[in-house]
């Protein structure tokens, strides 16, 4: 039946049947379910991975379909959790896949947890604080991750080694000032398919060992079709705080906060480490409160003053039609103190 | 002559996606200053620099026929 | 409810709210269902195109779900035909756009009809004497093309706009040889995607008329990283019988034959212009003959010596489990004489 | 010297995908002849030659430090 099924995968001669046999025994973990986590899950589904993790606390919007590939209307129709929309479609292109979903926001012990037995990480997010937090994580288990980012019509793409590249930290020491997102400049879908093939080639080299990824800072714009692929050996800091010779990891210990949500009119919120909120709590607390609610396998959806919120493990919430941080905090604080 | 890439915002800020500089030779500090001249409007917020292919502070020297990226933090995924 | 949709794609300067209106109102013929046209045939749905032509006679198999993103596991396990299997799924990601399928041998007469109102015309087909039919088509009809091509990691992706650039057959006057096709050398995933988004952004430059594609062969090798935009302006032949001043148009003009598909173990005969069978008729011969068969609305499934075969509209017939082009004209002949 | 980039077939055929050649002058079929003495097994069928990013015939001469693409036919899809 589905013996010739990576055939044409395995005809490449720097993957061949043992680079084919080490692809089903990987595991990778991949930071958000957006535009790359979507197409990079879809591609190592496609190539027969062993098991994908998929980070993602987010809900499939209408304007997310221009560039997030295995999302359908009906799943921004039902707003249905990116991870577990990508689960269904990803299952039926290839069950042999082990899916693991995680709705959950990125901190630094959760994705050491997570990404414990992984070969790889990879950075699908849409934002630099997520790419910080998984450095110092990569750089903790000593595995490799590979950095992708996207605006416009351009892309970035670079894998980081522990131990061999110059980080994620040694590029942006600090980061200031304006950033240019896909709030600002959009994001076009082919810059998407760009950063995304380069994030997968270089997985394809970390998990089967050969070809040489690591230190290149590949940059395209695919409108204008400039291209550099810069080194980043000269960056190397020795005093790193992340890959230096005494490390503090200072990304990892970052508490919680709160986040607003890139275009949506909606703030997320992370309690603290020391506070944690099971959903048996939560939804007792709502119970306790009169707040009109309904709780499914992996999150309780209630409304206060007029505002959806979806409550996840551990007290992360979304609060939707709210912009402004400190409105989002007022509301979860009146009903966790 | 230089010939100077800009990505992302810079490439919006200046209206282009490259150009080529007359340059008689200065430091990468220098040909951001003509940069500055050229194009008001350019911010070096985050802005990483490479000199041929390799990332580079300010202090380096440029000369000509070099080729210089500007490349402002990108985020979205 | 879908207002924002295309949002990230208008706040792209290049396109803007004017260029997708443009995109909106497009129509596009894309020739083939395989890697590159399911990726593009994907994207072009998601941007919201206005109608999308999609040319493939082939069925959905198990080694076409490494690298083709519109499949499944029910698609290969059914065989079912890739343009429908394809339309099924792009229907469900946007049903604005109108798909429609064709699912035909690409010959010259063919595509003009069906490409004769497309703003573009894309080369998502897997051989050269495709290449040069679209080349003819393209010229004959004045609309530009968009060629890619891949194997192994490489990546090729060229614009021909007629009357101003070099054309396929000003590059490739005659092709001998041994050819890299995704049989020798596999066909790796990301290297689809690479060609795929670069075929995207220039039907994107081409629709909205921004940006200067066209002329420019750009090549990538993904895995070693090394790249190249080569000029083709030299190339350009003043005597050539497709873009010169005296064209002949040769691609166009030759007759069906017989091929045999990559990899498959599958012969598919395409009967000369002047002897079109109707699927009535071949019902009809079946029948008479008591071959057993099934007649679905784009075909007939039957069997003949042990083998599974399609008959298509005009006498297009697939034949499997042959890899002899000499059996399959005598399995063929020896129904329709 | 000049560089040698080799793609598809060729990367195969010569187990690389770049090199750098010394070279004292001469033309693209000369650089064609030395690229066959140094890797016997390629096949030149179909093979299209870039000259610093510009398709060009055999006949064009060829300088220290320019850089010479070998493209064979590619075909899938």
Same mark, same amino acid.
């Given at each position: 039946?589905?013996? @010739?099924?990576? @055939?044409?995968?395995?005809?490449?001669?720097?993957?061949?049947? !043992?680079?084919?046999?080490?692809?089903? &025994?990987?595991e990778i973990t991949i930071v958000g379910?957006?535009?790359?986590?979507?197409?990079?899950?879809?591609?190592?589904?496609?190539?027969?991975?062993?098991r994908i993790h998929l980070i993602d606390f987010d809900e499939v919007e209408w304007s997310n379909l221009q560039r997030q590939q295995l999302f359908t209307e009906e799943d921004a129709e039902k707003s249905r959790l990116k991870v577990e929309a990508a689960?269904?479609?990803?299952? #039926?292109? =290839?069950? &042999?896949v082990d899916i693991?979903?995680? /709705? #959950? *926001?990125?901190?630094?012990?959760?994705l050491h947890k997570v990404a414990s037995s992984s070969d790889v990480i990879v950075d699908a997010s849409d934002n630099f604080d997520t790419a910080y937090v998984i450095n110092d994580v990569a750089h903790m288990l000593g595995v490799p991750?590979? *950095?992708? !980012?996207?605006?416009?019509?351009?892309?970035?793409?670079?894998?980081?080694?522990?131990?061999?590249n110059a980080c994620f930290r040694c590029l942006y020491e600090t980061l200031t000032g304006a950033k240019e997102t896909c709030e600002t400049a959009g994001a076009l879908a082919p810059a998407v398919q760009i950063t995304a093939a380069r994030q997968t080639v270089d997985i394809f080299q970390l998990i089967t060992g050969s070809g040489a990824c690591g230190g290149i800072f590949k940059l395209e714009d695919i409108w204008s079709g400039e291209h550099q692929k810069i080194r980043? #050996?000269?960056?190397? =800091?020795?005093?790193?705080?992340?890959?230096?010779?005494?490390?503090?990891? /200072?990304?990892?210990? &970052?508490?919680?906060g709160v986040s607003v949500l890139c275009g949506r009119g909606a703030v997320h919120i992370h309690p603290p480490a020391h506070r944690k909120i099971s959903l048996q709590e939560g939804e007792e607390m709502m119970r306790r409160m009169?707040?009109? *609610?309904?709780?499914?396998?992996?999150?309780?959806?209630? &409304?206060? =003053?007029? #505002?959806?919120?979806?409550?996840?493990e551990q007290g992360r919430m979304l609060i939707h039609g709210v912009s402004e941080p400190e409105e989002g905090k007022r509301l979860y604080a009146s009903i966790f103190g | 002559m230089i010939q100077v890439l800009y990505f992302a915002s810079m490439k919006e800020a200046s209206g282009l996606a490259s150009e080529r500089i007359k340059w008689q030779g200065g430091t990468l500090g220098e040909v951001m200053e003509k940069v500055t001249d050229l194009h008001p409007s350019i911010s070096w917020d985050g802005v990483r620099v490479a000199l041929n292919e390799e990332f580079c502070s300010g202090t380096q020297e440029v000369e000509s026929g070099d080729i210089v990226a500007f490349i402002p933090p990108v985020s979205g995924g």
């Open positions: 039946m589905s013996t @010739d099924r990576y @055939d044409k995968q395995v005809r490449f001669g720097a993957i061949g049947k !043992s680079g084919q046999k080490k692809i089903r &025994e990987a379910c957006g535009a790359l986590g979507t197409t990079v899950a879809e591609t190592l589904t496609r190539a027969g991975a062993g689960q269904v479609r990803l299952e #039926h292109i =290839n069950k &042999e693991k979903i995680w /709705p #959950h *926001y990125t901190d630094g012990p959760f991750w590979v *950095y992708g !980012s996207l605006s416009g019509s351009t892309s970035i793409q670079m894998t980081v080694v522990p131990g061999h980043t #050996h000269g960056m190397k =800091n020795a005093t790193c705080p992340t890959c230096g010779s005494s490390p503090a990891y /200072p990304s990892f210990h &970052e508490t919680g009169s707040i009109p *609610y309904k709780r499914t396998g992996l999150f309780i959806q209630g &409304e206060l =003053n007029g #505002h959806r919120m979806l409550l996840f | -």
